[in-house]
């Protein structure tokens, strides 16, 4: 008990003799606190800059990836048609009223003073039935063209995939290079069994028996337009399984590679005995100068042999991206 006495004297004392080492005690437990917070505030941040860092380079991967996500390109629609940007007009009835009056859109169609046309349809302008116009009686406003065979007289039967173009004997004179495909129809081989084909440039122009799926209305022997042909593109072409309902669903680069690389009987040439409604058909050409690959949808097949045989067509080929935002840009494809 003395003891404890003494003590308790001694720390009086010192309090009372020496107050000035007992008052820094608390600022030094307070100062190593903040020490120790600023501590733990400055590891949080490394933590979170690190953090940073890496969801910044995830970030930058995953942008990477979706560029080269390239969406399918329609060339129907970019090229072969256009739409009205100028729906309705309003001019004053005279020069007396200041009142307005709406034109119709026929009429304002029918004004090429006054309405404009821009290309590059899209499938939001098809969806929202935004008026469009056709280039020619080859195409329709629904987004596809008209593919005829070799003895249609009003459509052409020479197809350029990647700019959606379909060509007659003339056309194709002069621009055999850009061509991938040819569609024919004939009953040379038997005249109760039509045979129709897709055929490549190339078959037809240096395989010497290749003029028979040509005979018909226009041509009975030899001398058939791509034999003379002095460029010809080396396509390659196949029958696939795919519906249209798959078709539609392909809507990238990505998609169409993997469908692609899946067909197998790719060659110079398809036959069918049986007409072509809801058949989807794989081109790829793949050469120095060219490189696409493509899908045509069958949605109709209309007559046999004669002279009104053609087929109704969609188009999608490799998307071109020139800047890396995922759409295609087609400026690309006017160079082809």
């Not at 024919?184 to 081989?189: H, I, L, S």
């Not at 188009?315 to 020139?322: H, L, M, P, R, Y």
Request: negative net charge; contains cysteine; glycine residues 6%.
């Amino acid at each position: 008990m003395k003891y404890i006495q003494e003590i308790l004297m001694a720390i009086i004392l010192l309090f009372f003799t020496c107050p000035e080492l007992v008052a820094q005690s608390k600022p030094v437990k307070t100062a190593q606190k903040v020490n120790d917070q600023v501590k733990k505030v400055k590891e949080d941040a490394d933590e979170m800059t690190r953090q940073a860092g890496e969801i910044g380079e995830n970030v930058k991967a995953i942008q990477s990836n979706i560029k080269t996500v390239v969406s399918i390109f329609e060339p129907i629609l970019r090229f072969r048609l256009k739409k009205n940007t100028q729906d309705l007009v309003q001019v004053s009835p005279d020069n007396n009223n200041s009142e307005t009056s709406t034109r119709t859109e026929e009429a304002a169609v029918n004004d090429t003073n006054i309405v404009n046309y821009d290309t590059g349809v899209t499938q939001s302008d098809l969806n929202n039935g935004t008026p469009l116009v056709a280039e020619s009686p080859s195409y329709n406003t629904d987004g596809s063209a008209n593919l005829g065979s070799q003895n249609n007289d009003k459509f052409g039967c020479y197809l350029d995939m990647v700019n959606g173009q379909v060509m007659d004997d003339i056309d194709a004179a002069g621009n055999s290079k850009s061509i991938d495909i040819i569609f024919t129809a004939t009953g040379a081989f038997n005249e109760q069994v039509p045979m129709y084909a897709f055929l490549t440039p190339a078959y037809i122009k240096n395989d010497r028996f290749a003029y028979n799926f040509f005979k018909g209305t226009k041509y009975k022997d030899q001398n058939i337009p791509p034999a003379s042909w002095d460029d010809v593109n080396e396509s390659e072409v196949a029958m696939t399984a795919l519906t249209p309902a798959q078709f539609d669903k392909i809507q990238n680069n990505n998609q169409l590679t993997a469908v692609v690389k899946q067909i197998k009987g790719f060659g110079q040439k398809v036959e069918s005995r049986t007409k072509l409604d809801g058949k989807v058909i794989a081109v790829k050409t793949e050469m120095g100068n060219r490189t696409a690959f493509g899908l045509i949808c069958i949605t109709n097949h209309y007559g046999t042999t004669g002279s009104n045989g053609y087929l109704k067509i969609r188009i999608k080929v490799t998307g071109f991206d020139s800047n890396g935002d995922g759409m295609p840009d087609a400026q690309f494809y006017n160079n082809y």
